[in-house]
């Protein structure tokens, strides 16, 4: 007995040496990053360690400090405690400016990046997020979640990596650190305006289609918001989710997931049932 409580003792300890050495690992590749970034940015701009993210720009060490407690790490905790099973292990860089002419100018110096968005963006390659931070904090916790799905469901499409990103531009996190549910926001009048006119394209076709970022790339976000924002409010979006990252292998678009949400309904009464529902949603 003694030797068995001993061998399971020496197990526990393992098991625990190899996650301290996991997370010491991911604060020593933060410090790698970091020591990169300063000499990158200059001596004259701050940099931040609080893993997964490094952080900097033009604020304030004061600043930078309160923009990851207020909204990068709160963001993270939810997305983690709503769908993402896989915690990020290397770092994220997040580039914060005030005004659009510093993050113009140094989104062209750092990384030879023009023809920018007004609010920000995000380079995959990098894991950096570079952020004109005066427009707001909606498109910060956009660009977030694309950084925290590429650990999680890296091969994800387009039409759902935009559409749950887009979700998370207006949103709200649960008191009780559940989870994080997103609200309505700018996009939607376009798209109820499209349903009017019968000018929106079926939800089998932006599924299927391989056109997300094409002529209709506007609408198509506003599409994928709101569907995503319809399976939230029937409580089906955590669950949607896992089951397409699940199954991805057979079902990389996404579309046999909806099948299995809505089994009883075809492609033509989901379209009606989700139009119905956004008509009836009132702007802000």
Known sequence: MFAL?????????????????????????????????RASVGASRHVIVRP????SGNLTRAELDNW????????????LASYFDRAPDRPITVLLYDNAEDYEREAK?????????????????RRTLVMN?????????????????????PD???????????LHEQCRFREDGSGIDGLKNWRLPALQQAI????????????????????????????????????QHLGL?????????????????GALAVRAVFPDQSWAELDQAYQKWVLELKPE
């Open 237 to 253: 979006l955590e669950t949607y989710y896992q089951e397409f990252r699940t199954n991805r292998a057979d079902d990389p678009l």
């Open 109 to 125: 110096r750092l990384f030879g990046d023009e023809d920018l968005s007004v609010y920000g963006y995000y380079k995959p390659n």
């Open 156 to 166: 994800v499409p387009d039409w759902f990596n935009e559409g749950l990103a887009s």
């Open 133 to 153: 931070i005066a427009t707001g904090g909606g498109t910060l916790v956009h660009e977030l979640t694309h950084a925290l799905i590429d650990f999680d469901f």
């Open 68 to 79: 990851h407690a207020r909204t990068l790490a709160p963001a993270t905790k939810a997305m």
């Open 5 to 37: 409580r001993r061998t399971l003792l020496l197990v526990v300890v393992a098991m625990a040496s190899r996650a301290g050495a996991a997370e010491l690992s991911l604060h020593d590749q933060c410090a790698e990053t970091a020591k990169g970034l």
């Open 196 to 231: 009017r006119d019968g000018q929106l394209r079926s939800l089998e076709s932006l599924i299927h289609d391989n056109d997300f970022r094409g002529r209709r790339m506007g609408l198509n976000y506003a599409q994928a918001r709101y569907f995503c924002m319809y399976l």
């Open 52 to 55: 997964p993210f490094v952080i």
